[in-house]
C-alpha cells in the first residue's frame, strides 16, 4: 500500500508542475501609433482619433483643418501613412497610419511657432510578449522523483 501511495504523490506532483510548465504565453497590451495635430499659423486643426491600434489595418484618421484668422494652405505629415481620402492640399485628409504621425496644418501666414493641439497619447507596453509562467525546472524534479520511486520498487521487487 505504501509503494502505491509514494508512486500515486509523485504522479500527482508531476501533473500538478506540468500545468504551470505548459502555461501559454501571457497576453500583452495592444501597441498603438501615436496621432498628433499641430498648427503653424492662425488657424485650427483637429482629429478623430489621438491613436490608431497597431495591427488595426483598416483604421483610418481624418485630419481636418479649419480656417481663423489666415487661409488653409497644406498638410505637412511626418511618420509613415497612405493616403486613402484628399491629399496634402485639402481641407480634411484621411489616412491609414503605419507609424505615430505628427500633422502640421499650415496656415497663410507661415513662419510662427506651431502650438500643439493635440497631445500625443502614452504608449502602452510595446516589449513584445510576456515571458512564459512556470518552471521547467520543476517537472524535472518530479521525473526525478519518480524514476527514484520507481527504482526502489523494483530494487525490493528483486530482492523479494
Do not use: C
Not at 491600434?53 to 481624418?62: A, G, L, M, S
Not at 505628427?102 to 511657432?113: E, I, N, R, S, Y
Amino acid at each position: 500500500m505504501k509503494k502505491f501511495v509514494s508512486i500515486a504523490l509523485v504522479l500527482v506532483m508531476m501533473l500538478a508542475m506540468a500545468v504551470s510548465v505548459a502555461a501559454e504565453t501571457s497576453p500583452t497590451a495592444p501597441a498603438y501609433y501615436n496621432i498628433t495635430v499641430k498648427v503653424d499659423g492662425k488657424g485650427e486643426a483637429t482629429t478623430d482619433k489621438n491613436k490608431v491600434e497597431v495591427k488595426q489595418d483598416v483604421d483610418k484618421v481624418t485630419l481636418t483643418a479649419i480656417d481663423g484668422e489666415e487661409t488653409f494652405v497644406n498638410w505637412t505629415i511626418d511618420g509613415s501613412y497612405t493616403v486613402v481620402e484628399g491629399d496634402t492640399s485639402t481641407r480634411v485628409l484621411v489616412i491609414q497610419p503605419a507609424s505615430d504621425i505628427v500633422a502640421t496644418a499650415h496656415f497663410k501666414g507661415q513662419g510662427q511657432d506651431a502650438t500643439e493641439v493635440v497631445k500625443p497619447t502614452t504608449k502602452p507596453n510595446e516589449g513584445g510578449t510576456s515571458p512564459k509562467t512556470g518552471d521547467p525546472t520543476m517537472m524535472i524534479i518530479a521525473l526525478v522523483l519518480l524514476a527514484a520511486g520507481l527504482g526502489v520498487v523494483a530494487v525490493k521487487k528483486i530482492k523479494a
